[in-house]
């Protein structure tokens, strides 16, 4: 038995005693061109240190500036997510030191953050699940300490330090990793959709905590919680609150008591390892930014950023069940990631058949996807097909030019091209064959060749139909119309 089967094992009894509780706090890196405090770029990927000026590096004397697109990306995230906007917050200063901290303190919002309430619905096994949220406030980023192999000392890399960061908060309202990973799902694609983060949790660009504790199966007594850090992908977030819960189980179990710490994910040896004792609020002795005025946030700001909101994942689901007459199933399959959703329109924009184009989207295109994955989640802007491309496919399939067998292959050499599937097609002579007469006299031949299975057809052994079937897009090296072979086969065989 493996490792994973033992854990899921052990689970399942865990589970039958203890009921987890538990609570995510995601960091949603905002995309602004510039930091949330200086003008520096908080773009990824440049070389280190080369995106900090004095300001970012924590220099003495300097002072910050507020970033208002980061403003206004705060707002939709509020918005997109039903929560209460205060009109004042307050910057606070989180005091903690540590290498990549130049300043020993974090801007960030504690005892007025922007906004609070809000929740976020979930579909897990059929059942949706909402969970609600405690607060969504600003803070800068850290920056980055990279340790390189066996050295003996680390690097510190300030490109990251101030980039403007939501913390999202939610209320423990997660009973499962399955749970946590499907709310960590949904929360990065509300974000992508309305445009103010990436998503990328490869770079960092999101990242989450999860505070996990567990309590007797029917009590509502909170148990002492864990919070475990470094996740940055969905099937770690999974195999970590998995991982937690049974460490947790085993020592309640032998009569222990669970101490509050945060604990690191090590994706290697897949277990939590202890980092520190938990820090309370008191211990980064939070106290008012003196740098920064309060922040205000009006009634018109609010307006405008609401009147520029895009269309949100739930509200899109519903329009393609009502307006393409998809399935909900279907419709949340399609719109779980915006660049799918916009694939599915294009696609329908170019050829008005919505089951067909739903049916590839969510087979071959997320296939494609799934091949250029990063940490095992679909990458949707490496689609190697348009979808102008595969509306005239499917155009091809419909108007009886080609078979669904034919569009396969065309499928896989169009993919990577700009050619068109027509073009392919003609140039390869890969019309499909409607003639009659045509394929009559392929059949007519195939039966006098199989006068066995001729009569055991007769005789009633339907499945041989099949086999003749076979014979004929063999012989017609795939393109006949499969439609008229059948009717031509069953009037021929009842003869």
């Known amino acids: 038995m493996s490792k994973g089967e033992t854990q899921r094992t052990e689970l ?123 607060r969504i406030h600003m803070e800068e980023d850290a920056g980055k300490s990279i340790h390189e192999g066996n050295s003996e000392y680390s690097l510190v890399d300030l490109n990251r330090s101030s980039v403007p960061l939501l913390e999202i908060v939610s209320e423990p309202d997660l009973r499962s990793a399955v749970e946590a990973a499907a709310y960590m799902r949904k929360m990065r694609s509300i974000l992508r959709y309305i445009g103010i983060c990436d998503g990328n949790m490869n770079e960092g660009s999101m990242r989450c905590d999860a505070n996990v504790s567990l309590r007797p199966r029917g009590s509502e007594t909170l148990g002492t919680r864990a919070e475990i850090k470094n996740m940055n992908s969905f099937r770690s977030i999974e195999r970590a609150v998995n991982y937690e819960i049974c460490r947790q189980a085993d020592i309640l179990d032998a009569g222990g008591k669970i101490v509050q710490e945060t604990r690191l994910w090590d994706a290697d040896l897949g277990e939590t390892r202890s980092m520190r004792s938990k820090e309370e609020a008191h211990d980064y002795r939070y106290f008012p930014e003196p740098d920064l005025l309060p922040l205000v946030i009006d009634d018109d700001l609010i307006e405008k950023v609401r009147a520029r909101m895009p269309e949100l994942p739930d509200a899109r689901r519903e329009r393609f069940v009502s307006q393409y007459g998809l399935s909900e199933a279907d419709a949340g399959v399609l719109t779980s990631a915006k660049e799918l959703a916009d694939f599915f329109e294009q696609a329908l924009a170019e050829h008005p058949n919505s089951k067909a184009i739903a049916n590839w989207v969510m087979g071959d295109i997320i296939r494609l996807a799934n091949d250029a994955a990063v940490d095992s989640e679909p990458d949707f802007s490496k689609i190697p097909c348009s979808p102008v491309q595969l509306a005239g496919l499917i155009r091809l399939i419909d108007d009886g030019t080609i078979s669904g067998k034919i569009a396969k292959d065309v499928f896989g050499k169009m993919c990577g091209t700009t050619e068109t599937a027509a073009t392919i097609v003609e140039r390869e002579g890969l019309v499909q064959e409607s003639d009659e007469g045509k394929i009559g006299e392929v059949i007519d031949t195939l039966l006098a060749a199989n006068p066995d299975k001729v009569a055991e057809y007769r005789a009633g052994k339907e499945k041989m139909l099949g086999f003749f079937v076979g014979q004929v897009m063999k012989e017609t090296q795939g393109k006949a119309n499969p439609g008229v072979v059948n009717k031509l086969l069953k009037e021929k065989l009842t003869d």
């Open 12 to 134: 399942d009894y865990v589970l039958e005693k203890w009921e987890p509780v538990i609570g995510l706090e995601v960091h949603a890196q905002l995309l602004t061109e510039s930091k949330l405090f200086c003008g520096c770029s908080a773009r990824f990927g440049a070389p280190a240190n080369a995106n900090t000026c004095p300001v970012c590096t924590g220099m003495p004397g300097v002072l910050p500036v507020l970033n208002k697109r980061a403003v206004e990306y705060a707002i939709r995230g509020a918005l997109a997510t039903g929560c209460k906007i205060n009109p004042v917050s307050r910057w606070d200063r989180k005091n903690y030191f540590y290498p990549d901290l130049p300043k020993s303190y974090q801007i960030s919002q504690f005892e007025k953050p922007y906004c609070e309430g809000g929740e976020v619905s979930v579909d897990v096994d059929g059942e949706t699940r909402h969970i609600r949220l405690t």
